[in-house]
């Protein structure tokens, strides 16, 4: 997080944050850093990485809600 103060706009500092939430199993924060990552950016190098994360997180919040 120290990273990202001293330089917003560095992307990967995003990104392992985010990985980091997600190994925690913190989804909210994961999947807030995720977007604001592709939002900044949507053509980044782990772009498809990140994409796939938010539909992974996306998809057990929908099977969470089925049951």
Known sequence: EKTIELDPNFHEAYFYLAQ???SLDVTQQTE??????LNQDPNIE????ARAQLDLIHS????QQAV
Not at 32 to 37: A, G, M
């Open 60 to 63: 057990r919040g929908s099977k």
């Open 20 to 22: 980091h939430y997600l």
């Open 46 to 49: 782990m772009a498809e990485e």
């Open 32 to 37: 807030r850093i995720f977007s604001h990552l």
